[in-house]
Structure formats: structure tokens, C-alpha cells
């Protein structure tokens, strides 16, 4: 393959490259597209930075150049510019595209070693925002007063079902709801995380809130606006349904989806996870994490460390 020419990726754009690169190993199943269009984007930051060194073709990156990116977003994540999780993932997105096309003749960098970004620490500490449904709900109500009916559907079916914003935006809450009472469970496919799908076990009152969804569909496919794309709800109202959300006093939709990982371990154990006081046993504890592992998308009991704090 000729030097100078990306590796043969097609372009002689850096940047594009990157992005060709990870499209390819989604195309060949190397990649799921939810992860290719994650580190294809985060390779861009990359590329700039590699330009301003003098370095435009992939052929050109050394170890050492990624290297001082690490640094450089070190710098930043010390600085509060940026976090610790999303600096390791601009370096990793790094390492993912150059391991793709080295052929695996790659010597990844590391985030922590080289880089000097402080490891990750994202045990929960304490209970979740959004505990108290009332409060929710008192928030959504107001969110359907001021116009942003599509929003507080929204905002439900993350506390109710802990769903991820984009999984409730593209949910089809009609089909769901007849789903949900005829099977006892919702199955959750569209925008779903590593493209995984997955079944979520359905209450009185989560059939509730998809039915307030299902009317605020419409004739739609799903809660986002028929003259819409995802982006453009996304920057609209779903944007707004989260500023709303924080100037009540949560900050995020993720703590929303830690109220019903609690609500949920509570269901299983009949405690409260140990951060909040429970005592719960070692097997016991895993067990109920297992489960809500894989009813809010994840294929790790490790990851539910954020939504329920340390494990037993």
C-alpha cells in the first residue's frame, strides 16, 4: 500500500479518513455503527490536533504524537475543562482508528499512563435525583403547561421504564403499551446503546406512563415530531425538557435512570442498595444487579456501580 495515501482508506483528509476507517469495520460487523459514529467523532479532535503539529496523514502518527494529545487532554481534564471519562475516550477513539488501520500493528497509548488523565471514578455515592416520582411528575406537568408535551413523555419513560433519552424519543409507545399488556414486558430496540436489545418488565404504573406516551404519539412512529429528525429533536425539545429538568434540581436524564435502578433493586432485594443504608448480601446483591444491568442496556455488572454505588 503506498505511503502518503491514509492507508487506503480513500481520502486524503485525516479526519475523513478516521471516519472511513470505522464505517468500514462497522460495515464488516468489526464495529457496531453506534460505536463507529462514537469514535469517528471523537477522532476528528485528534486530527485537528495532529494538523497543528505538521502531521496530515495517518502514516505519520507515531505513539508519540498520541502521546502528547494525552497530555495535552490531561491538561484540560486537571483544568475542569473536561472530564476524566471523556478524555479516555478521545485517546481510545485514537487508538480504536490507528489499531483498525495498522492491521492490529498498533501499540495503543494509554489515557492514564501516558497521558496523565486521572482514571475514571464514577461509583454513585449517594441516592439519585428523581427519586421522589411526585416530584417528577410535578416537573412533567409543568413541561405539558408550557407546550413540551413530547418532552415530559419523554422524561416518564426514563424514571418509569429507565430509559436512555434517545431510546424513549425513537420508542414506538403505542406498539409498547399493547406489548406491554399482552406480555408483561416492553421490548427496546430503536436507539439502544451498541445497537443491543433488550426487554424491560412492565407495572400498573409503567403501563400508565406509555399510555400518556401512546397519546402523545399520534399518528407518529415515535415521540419525535413527524417533521423531524432525531438531531434537530434533540437540539429542540428534548433540549429543553433537560434544561427544565436541571432547573428543578436534576441534573441529568441519567439520574432518572438511577431512580429506577434503585426503585428496581428495591423490588428485588427489599432493600435499599448499601449506599443509601441497605444490607444486603453478597449474592443477593449481584444477583438483582445482573437483572438491572440488562434491563437498562448493559452487558457489564460492573457498570451499575453508577446507578447503585459499590457492590457488596
Not at 246 to 273: C, D, F, M, W
Amino acid at each position: 500500500m503506498a505511503k502518503g495515501n491514509n492507508y487506503g482508506t480513500g481520502t486524503r483528509d485525516m479526519a475523513k479518513a478516521g471516519r472511513f476507517a470505522m464505517n468500514n469495520a462497522a460495515r464488516s460487523g468489526n464495529a457496531s455503527y453506534a460505536t463507529a459514529a462514537a469514535v469517528g467523532e471523537r477522532w476528528q479532535s485528534f486530527a485537528t490536533f495532529a494538523k497543528g503539529e505538521g502531521v496530515k496523514r495517518l502514516e505519520g502518527v507515531t505513539a508519540q504524537l498520541v502521546a502528547s494529545y494525552a497530555q495535552s487532554i490531561g491538561a484540560a481534564v486537571k483544568a475542569g475543562s473536561l472530564s476524566a471519562a471523556y478524555g479516555q475516550n478521545l485517546v481510545s477513539a485514537v487508538n480504536s482508528v490507528m489499531t483498525l488501520v495498522t492491521k492490529g500493528g498498533w501499540q495503543a497509548v494509554s489515557p492514564t499512563k501516558d497521558g496523565g488523565i486521572a482514571a475514571r471514578d464514577n461509583v454513585r455515592t449517594e441516592a439519585p435525583q428523581g427519586l421522589n416520582r411526585d416530584e417528577v411528575m410535578t416537573i412533567t406537568e409543568s413541561m405539558r403547561s408550557n407546550g413540551n408535551e413530547r418532552g415530559a413523555a419523554i422524561i416518564e419513560l426514563a424514571r418509569d421504564l429507565g430509559l436512555r433519552s434517545k431510546e424513549a424519543s425513537l420508542l414506538n409507545a403505542q406498539k409498547a403499551l399493547q406489548e406491554g399488556r399482552e406480555r408483561g414486558y416492553v421490548t427496546i430496540s430503536e436507539g439502544t446503546k451498541g445497537g443491543r436489545v433488550r426487554e424491560v418488565p412492565i407495572t400498573q404504573n409503567q403501563l400508565e406512563t406509555l399510555a400518556k406516551a401512546a397519546v402523545m404519539q399520534g399518528t407518529h412512529r415515535s415521540l419525535v415530531p413527524a417533521a423531524q429528525s432525531w438531531a434537530q429533536w434533540r437540539a429542540g425539545g428534548l433540549r429543553q425538557a433537560r434544561e427544565m429538568l436541571k432547573a428543578n434540581g436534576i441534573s441529568r436524564i441519567h439520574e432518572l435512570r438511577s431512580a429506577y435502578a434503585v426503585e428496581r433493586y428495591q423490588a428485588l432485594t427489599g432493600q435499599l442498595p448499601k449506599m443509601m443504608g441497605g444490607n444486603v448480601d453478597k449474592a443477593a446483591d449481584r444477583a438483582a444487579r445482573l437483572v438491572i444491568a440488562k434491563e437498562l442496556g448493559h452487558s457489564r455488572v460492573a457498570i451499575t456501580i453508577s446507578y447503585l454505588g459499590s457492590m457488596k
